[in-house]
């Protein structure tokens, strides 16, 4: 007996793993730079140049940067360094071979920079490092049969398949000019590049990105006295990365993170340095789903012969819920009285951190926090800028209306806005709202039939049973059950007891005729 399939596809962890790596450095001051007397912001970034898989272990080798912006020991003067430390890490990822595709993430956890004295400084951090390695798997579910006389019992099935699986690079390229009231550009001090309210969608043959670009830039500007500059720009944004195979319809499970940014100076048209080019390159990890109906066979049966399904329990997907929150945040912090009177909020910037989720009734907790850094003026000339971090805890309930405890759920979290502003000269008022974008899917398990074994009917069985009798229903009865067990059709017990809808209830009485010829 042949059996007609569809197919499906579904993504499986084939092996996951989780690494940490600890930095503990010290760094000299670079002879051409001033000695350091005060710090005032850092940051870092990861940059990852090779990965090599080979036999149950991956080989990561790139580098952290770690980023100094301070105030110049005796000139006062605001500088900024730049330390490189390599990165060498070998994770354990049980059953991978060398032709399999890892996803890797990372994420700085902790960084910190202490002065030992005005030439040196040591650097603490904690990278951690998350490995990924998915396999595809094709399953072939029985919905037809080739032989007309066999009696078939389907169950209708809404299930998800994968139908697409890729990574894109997405890169945007922003040119800002200088406002006509700011000198140009002598040199680039510090900047910070990020990406807030990232919306990827799908369409036809491509996933849309759109969102908002903020740069921040502390320049010397080349007027008399090479004055100390800076500017905050947004500058909204939007781009395609191409997805063949991929519409509008589609269920995505899609994240994007910055694997690299820069802030260049460029001449414009009249050739002075008032040009800026941000480059920023995303990285967007795709997994499109089809949901479709499929009518699946889970049992045969014919009175002329005997027919043994042959298969095994497989685990089938589908979408319970698709939801989109926002978690709005607001609190002030007190500055310290000894720093002086705050004059003028320079830049913000943040990133979330999911510390704990967990499943609750009709829906999922999510608990992390917002990390600040705000950088300001005082009303000091000597050492103007200062720099605060500072951290929003948040708990947010996002709705998932039927989770369950066994429920698998996908969910990713973006700074969409951050505000900062000055609620007198020693407070700041901070408000921001966090974008959590939740994906639910209901896993079940079902036997599927891959082929069915025919045989001779045991003529012995056969003839142990009546001709005729009569059958009362019980709950648990279905008309397809009592046909096979009595070895008739449905259709014949539809004409005996003149069954219209072909509907039955518990205890009703119903005369079976053996359709079996002995």
Same mark, same amino acid.
């Given at each position: 007996m042949e059996l007609k399939k569809e197919d499906i596809q579904m993504l499986k962890v084939k092996s996951h793993a989780v690494s940490q790596v600890t930095f503990d450095e010290d760094y000299n001051v670079p002879d051409v730079k001033p000695d350091i007397g005060r710090m005032i912001q850092n940051k870092g970034e990861v940059t990852i140049d090779e990965?090599?898989?080979?036999?149950?272990?991956?080989?990561?080798?790139?580098?952290?940067?770690?980023d100094l912006l301070y105030v110049g020991e005796e000139e006062g003067r605001i500088c900024s360094l730049s330390a490189r430390l390599p990165v060498e890490e070998t994770m354990n990822l049980e059953g991978i071979a060398g032709g399999d595709k890892m996803c890797l993430k990372w994420e700085i956890e902790d960084l910190s920079l202490h002065l030992i004295h005005s030439r040196k400084i040591n650097i603490k951090a904690v990278v951690t490092f998350s490995a990924a390695v998915d396999e595809l798997t094709g399953i072939r579910l029985p919905v037809a049969v080739d032989d007309e006389t066999v009696s078939v019992k389907k169950k209708n099935m809404r299930l998800m398949s994968l139908a697409v699986h890729k990574k894109d690079i997405l890169r945007k390229k922003e040119e800002i000019t200088l406002a006509s009231n700011k000198p140009n550009v002598a040199e680039i001090i510090w900047y910070t590049a990020e990406v807030r309210g990232l919306d990827l969608r799908p369409e036809e043959d491509k996933v849309r990105a759109k969102g908002e670009l903020f740069v921040f830039v502390l320049y010397v500007g080349d007027d008399e006295g090479n004055t100390l500059q800076w500017l905050e720009y947004s500058v909204p944004f939007s781009g395609e990365a191409d997805c063949e195979g991929c519409t509008s319809d589609m269920i995505p499970?899609? %994240?994007?993170?910055?694997?690299?940014?820069? $802030?260049?100076?460029?001449? /414009?048209?009249?050739? %002075?340095?008032?040009?800026?080019?941000?480059? $920023?390159?995303?990285?967007? /990890?795709?997994?499109?789903?089809?949901?479709?109906?499929?009518?699946v066979i889970l049992d045969v049966y014919t009175p002329a012969k005997q027919c043994i399904p042959e298969g095994k329990s497989q685990i089938l997907e589908k979408l319970l819920v698709r939801?989109?929150?926002?978690?709005?945040?607001?609190?002030?912090?007190?500055m310290k009285e000894t720093q002086g009177k705050i004059l003028q909020i320079c830049h913000s910037q943040g990133r979330v951190k999911i510390d704990k989720t967990k499943i609750v009734e009709d829906g999922v907790q999510v608990d992390g926090i917002v990390y600040l850094k705000i950088l300001y003026i005082l009303g000091n000339d000597d050492m103007p800028f200062y720099s605060v971090d500072t951290m929003l805890p948040f708990s947010h309930v996002t709705e998932a209306r039927g989770i369950?405890?066994?429920?698998?759920?996908?969910?990713?979290?973006d700074l969409e806005q951050l505000f900062t502003s000055m609620s007198d000269s020693s407070e700041i008022e901070i408000k921001a709202t966090v974008s959590l974008n939740l994906l639910v899917v209901t896993r079940q398990e079902e036997r599927i039939i891959e082929k069915v074994e025919e045989q001779p009917l045991d003529m012995e069985k056969v003839r142990q049973l009546p001709g005729i009798t009569v059958y009362v229903v019980k709950p648990e009865d279905t008309l397809w059950d009592i046909a096979k067990k009595f070895y008739t059709t449905t259709e014949e017990i539809c004409t005996m007891n003149q069954l219209e809808n072909k509907e039955i209830s518990s205890g009703q009485p119903l005369l079976l005729v053996k359709k079996v010829e002995e």
């Open positions: 990965v090599r898989l080979n036999d149950g272990h991956a080989f990561l080798k790139g580098q952290l940067t770690v499970n899609m %994240e994007a993170s910055v694997v690299s940014h820069s $802030v260049d100076v460029k001449p /414009d048209a009249d050739g %002075e340095e008032r040009q800026l080019l941000a480059d $920023v390159v995303l990285e967007i /990890d795709m997994k499109l789903y089809r949901e479709e109906e499929h009518e939801n989109f929150s926002k978690c709005r945040l607001a609190d002030r912090i007190e369950q405890e066994d429920s698998t759920y996908y969910l990713h979290a």
